[in-house]
């Protein structure tokens, strides 16, 4: 295995702060009845402009409780993933019942998928809460064969709000900057720039970028009606390519360079310690080569803890 896809330290020691959801009612708090179907529906078009609408194994990270997973309605087998239990339970009753949906509690730090096993990933709104981008996109890097489309959302530091407050010195850091900022803590907003380079030096090609949500104002969403805003949002979000002032960015990028082995067709997980391929032993994955094993409760299988002897 190279060192691309050897994880850094093992997982129960976490040595990178997460934000952690468990618990959250972020379903209810934040999307139901929040006044966010602008962006909701925004998120759902710039999706569909770059999601290859078919495909055999997706990968959906930081999922959530599940709101964009519907997107990969055309894929055979999608993992949704996510660190917290609380939010993939949810993933469960939103989604229809299908067995092409597999629910995996893990850190995006710590893949617990095969490399090269996935030949799809997307991951939105989740970025912006990792302090480490560059060993994010490492790890999904890894886990899909080459040539996979990856599309990632992120929160842009460099949009219109962002850079109105600078200049009227309302806002103490400087949007043209290229190094991340945390707004709050483990809420980072990236420059494009600074995202561009991290896709590329993890094994990227970026082909397109979009400029998402520019009219993410509660004033604007209150009096326009939201067809308008979303018809318009539709129009400029191909701004993007050139120049995105967005506060969100859609990017498309293709998993570059060769990674033997391609196992789409293979087993999917693999061992958080050793690397090695996991195989079922009743409501356990296990790890023939050290010995691990992790719990599948309740349609989940769990990679939050090891479980022990
Ligand atoms: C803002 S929510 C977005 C959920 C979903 N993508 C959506 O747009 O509705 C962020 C999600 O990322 C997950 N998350 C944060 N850090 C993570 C990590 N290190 N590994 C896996 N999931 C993570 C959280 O548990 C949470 O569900
Ligand atoms: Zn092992």
């Known amino acids: 295995m190279d060192d691309q896809t050897l ?7 976490p040595t990178r702060p997460l934000c952690d959801y468990e618990g959250s009612g972020y379903r209810q708090e934040f999307w139901e009845g929040q006044g966010r179907d602008y962006e909701d529906l925004t998120e759902r078009v710039a999706m569909r402009r770059l999601l290859p609408p078919r495909g055999r194994r997706a990968v959906h ?7 964009m997973t519907n997107e990969l309605s055309g894929y055979d087998q999608v993992i949704v993933l996510d660190y917290s239990r609380t939010m993939l339970r949810e993933a469960q ?29 997307v991951m939105e709104r989740v970025i912006h809460h990792l302090a480490d981008v560059p060993a994010a996109l490492r790890q999904i890097r890894a886990v899909l064969a080459p040539g996979s489309p990856f599309v990632l959302e992120y929160a842009s530091k460099r949009n219109l709000k962002a850079i109105l407050r600078y200049w009227l010195k309302r806002q103490s850091w400087d949007p043209f900057d ?13 420059h494009p720039a600074y995202m561009a380079q991290c896709l590329s030096e993890a094994g990227f090609l970026t082909e397109r ?39 969100s960015v859609f990017t498309l990028n ?21 690397g090695e391929l996991l195989h079922h032993e009743n ?22 803890d090891e479980l022990g002897d």
Not at 61 to 67: I, K, P, S
Request: glycine fraction near 8%.
């Open 254 to 274: 293709f998993a570059t360079g060769d990674m033997p082995p391609h196992a789409l067709d293979g087993p999917l997980f693999k061992c958080l310690r050793c």
């Open 283 to 304: 409501d356990m994955v296990v790890c023939d080569a050290c010995g691990a094993r992790w719990a599948i409760r309740d349609g989940i299988y769990d990679f939050k």
């Open 93 to 121: 009753q939103f989604l229809d019942a299908s067995e092409r949906y597999i629910f995996v509690a893990a850190d995006v730090y710590y893949l617990p998928l095969a490399d090269g096993s996935c030949d799809t990933a």
């Open 178 to 190: 290229h190094a991340p900022v945390e707004f709050v803590k483990l809420n980072f907003d990236f």
């Open 7 to 13: 994880n850094e330290s093992t997982p129960n020691e």
């Open 209 to 247: 970028r979009l400029a998402v949500s520019y009219f993410r104002l509660g004033l604007l969403k209150r009096v326009v009606p939201l067809a308008w805003l979303v018809a318009l949002d539709r129009l400029l979000q191909p701004t993007g390519e050139i120049a995105p002032f967005s506060p």
């Open 61 to 67: 990270l930081g999922a959530g409780f599940g709101r």
